[in-house]
């Protein structure tokens, strides 16, 4: 999804989704042909409030930073099926397999 659209689901403005950006409690990549920020939909849930950015996602992308991923590698780590799970890590992370994921993302080190 795009910023914009982030911003219209979480009922926030453009700005606040930049900052979670920045502060690493969302994750996004570049793509098409004018480069626009994307971010995988998936690290959005809906809480008892309403939509609202999956808490577990932050460690996990703190995490494969520091293992050297960048971000567009990171996403792609957190959306690919991995044999371990059954599933692509954020779907793990939505089901509540902080741990076991956590665990596969300190295997990247």
Known sequence: ???PECA???GVPLSRVRELL???HLISVRRGENNAVYLPAGQIVEGENGPEVLATV???IILLG???LSDAAAVEWLLEEH?????SPLEA???GKRAHVRRLAQSVL
């Open 66 to 68: 520091d293992a050297g």
């Open 22 to 24: 920045r502060e690493r």
């Open 58 to 60: 932050r460690g996990t």
């Open 8 to 10: 219209e689901m979480l």
């Open 83 to 87: 044999d371990e799970l059954g599933e």
């Open 1 to 3: 999804m795009t910023v």
């Open 93 to 95: 992370l939505r089901s």
